[in-house]
């Protein structure tokens, strides 16, 4: 059974950072990409940033100005999501989603690309 499990999210002042971690069982983590992606109520999925398998080609979505660092640990089974200098268009409902046994190190911030997906963590941000 697949299980993605995402945890670290909270509330957090303005201008701070948080990480949030994926911890992924089933699937072969060295064949695997991982994407992050939030959604606010009303709003549709939106791909933040993606790492490849198996030592992590990165894709981030140009909005976040650098400001989001992806990585992975595949001895852990854990993938991370730093976020820095967090600002008040960041709260949301962060997910990981996983991609397995595909050709290739690429990754995609496209939603439909991917076939396993974790209950999400909340984002909240304090002005």
């Known amino acids: 059974q697949v299980q993605l499990v995402e945890s670290g999210g909270g509330l957090v002042k303005s201008g701070d950072s948080l990480t949030l971690s994926c911890v992924i069982s089933g699937i072969p983590l060295d064949r695997t990409a991982v994407g992050w992606f939030r959604q606010v109520p009303g709003k549709g999925r939106e791909g933040v940033s993606c790492?490849?398998?198996?030592?992590?080609?990165?894709s981030h979505r140009d909005s976040i100005e650098g400001r989001f660092t992806i990585s992975r640990d595949n001895a852990k089974n854990v993938f991370s999501l730093q976020i820095n200098s967090l600002k008040t268009e960041d709260p949301a409902v962060y997910y990981c989603a996983a991609q397995t046994w595909y050709v290739g190190t690429y990754c995609s911030l496209r939603y439909l690309w991917y076939a396993y997906w974790g209950q999400g963590t909340h984002v909240n941000v304090s002005s």
């Open positions: 790492i490849g398998p198996p030592n992590g080609t990165t």
